[in-house]
């Protein structure tokens, strides 16, 4: 095992990785921008470095600044979280340049899953089902329209190098495709420096429902059950649980074996995660795309198996064998995550603030992922993310109860939260039947 | 006259409307950004903007002017 490790993020997600690399007894670096000096994953660290100014593009994005700070802390190994870095390729082969090692899939996995049409042409070729759709980026207005007319109506228009629900809109006919057509244009350039632009059928009342992988340094794919994320508002998940109440035994094994042959087609090594639509009343799937990193609800899949997923991470990219017997992984009980954010619990505006007072639950089947304490300021410069709340339980009854303590407990002032719209989650009859899929929210706040 | 203020601390990522202009009913008169979200700032009434208080890269803070539509 690689002696230290700079963690190339913030937050919650960086105080998530410290912890694991302690227990390890790996060394911990942590980098900071000027806006987050004074949040605890920079105290958890060993050591922390300043990389520059707030805006992401300034800090956590200037890889410049953070191969300085590995070479000035003497770290040998590079993870880079979610979000920020961790889906760049060149980034990925910099590190790897410097001699270091990169706690991540090879960058030809991260660049072949991050064009959204490649990944979706690859899919298809390996005989994974995917959504009617573009197989090459559309460029203008009219000829999405003609491509919107041949897949037919609705159909999703995104950036192909999207991510994150960033950009994405939903058109019923060809006025709100030319709209959405422009926007997300706009959006791809602006948020991931490429136009193309994708589209794909759009299935109504699809379940969001993801494949936890793993793969190993003797090239097999393991799977680690599924996630449910159909709880979304702008496209972006809110709350995340595994089991999921929506897919059965003989679907699951097909989103499966499809997981594996998609981790396959691209020889991918470490955590990553495949992510497909599930039709319910169909009871089929596509292919949605792959997150070639570790994913931000990966807390419930831990819960249920008991595996650390950041160890396995860390053991993949040092050329190890995992801590598990991976012929006999157990799956006990049901797992919930919901995210908790700086917004409003109505319109899920921005609250950025300061807050006053941070007090988490505790107790039996309860987990908090936190990036924040009390004192701590919470800028507009990043995302909303405060903290994950993870609960489980011996049945989904179980942990949902649980979770509804564990909300009506967790007190944070100062500015606001959507702790409010989760215990109206909980007390929906919807999400309580587990029959819901990702046009809950909407449905909860029209 | 309509005093349009800052719902909550953002950066200024794009001003749409200029000052002299006649805007609509829910005209965006400017685009806020924060934690990763596009904001638009709307014209409450139509009017004419008489004063647009803020610049692209501006840090408002909750509460601050940006615009006064007569």
């Known amino acids: 095992m690689f002696e230290s490790v700079l963690v190339a993020n913030r937050g919650e997600i960086a105080r998530r990785v410290i912890a694991t690399a302690r227990r390890m007894g790996i060394r911990t670096v942590a ?81 072949q899953m991050g064009d959204k049409i490649n990944a979706r042409n690859l899919m298809e070729q390996a005989g994974v089902p995917v959504a009617a759709g573009t197989r090459v980026p559309v460029t203008d207005a009219d000829e999405a329209a003609a491509q919107a007319r041949r897949i037919g109506y609705p159909v999703m228009v995104k950036a192909a190098a999207g991510g994150g629900g960033i950009g994405m809109s939903v058109a019923a006919g060809e006025g709100e495709l030319r709209a959405a057509f422009d926007t997300a244009r706009s959006r791809a350039e602006r948020f991931f420096g490429s136009p193309a632009i994708l589209l794909e059928r759009y299935i109504a009342r699809a379940r969001h429902v993801e494949i936890q992988i793993l793969g190993l ?107 598990f017997d991976p012929e006999f992984v157990r799956y006990g009980g049901h797992a919930c995550e919901f995210r908790v954010y700086a917004e409003d619990p109505r319109r899920f505006l921005p609250s950025p603030g300061t807050i006053t007072e941070w007090a988490e639950p505790s107790g039996e089947g309860i987990r908090v992922d936190a990036g924040y304490q009390a004192g701590n300021q919470v800028t507009p410069f990043y995302d909303p993310l405060l903290a994950k709340l993870c609960v489980h339980g011996a049945s989904r009854a179980e942990a949902l109860s649980r979770a509804r303590d564990a909300i009506a407990s967790f007190r944070i002032s100062g500015l606001k939260t959507n702790l409010l719209f989760h215990a109206e989650l909980l007390d929906s009859r919807e999400f309580a039947s587990g029959s819901y899929d990702t046009s809950l929210v909407a449905r909860l706040r029209p | 006259m309509a005093e349009i203020r800052a719902e909550m601390v953002a950066n200024i990522w794009r001003v749409v409307a200029a000052e002299g202009e006649q805007v609509e009913d829910g005209a965006t008169l400017v685009i806020l950004e924060s934690m990763k979200m596009e904001i638009p700032v709307l014209a409450e009434a139509p009017g004419t903007v008489t004063k647009l208080a803020v610049a692209e890269g501006d840090v408002v803070q909750e509460g601050d002017l940006i615009a006064i539509v007569e």
């Open chain 1, 31 to 111: 980098v900071y921008s000027e806006a987050d000096a004074e949040l605890p994953y920079v105290r958890d660290a060993d050591q922390a470095v300043p990389i520059g100014p707030p805006p992401p593009a300034r800090s956590y994005l200037d890889t410049g600044a953070i191969l300085a700070a590995a070479r000035k802390t003497g770290a040998r190994a590079i993870h880079p979280g979610y979000g920020f870095l961790s889906e760049n390729p060149d980034f990925a082969r910099l590190v790897t340049a410097e001699g270091l090692i990169w706690v991540g899939p090879p960058p030809s996995a991260i660049e």
């Open chain 1, 217 to 323: 340094n003797d090239s097999r794919i393991l799977t680690l059950g599924e996630r449910d994320c159909s709880v979304q508002r702008r496209h972006q998940k809110v709350a995340e649980e595994t089991p999921s109440p929506g897919v059965g035994a003989a679907l699951r094994e097909r989103m499966l074996q499809a997981a594996v042959r998609a981790g396959e087609a691209v020889g991918y090594r470490g955590a990553g995660t495949v992510e497909c639509l599930v039709d319910a009343e169909a009871d089929d799937f596509v292919f949605l795309e792959m997150n070639t990193r570790l994913q931000v609800e990966h807390p419930v899949t831990e819960m249920v198996t008991g595996i650390d997923l950041v160890e396995q991470q860390f053991l993949v990219a040092a050329g190890e064998k995992v801590s």
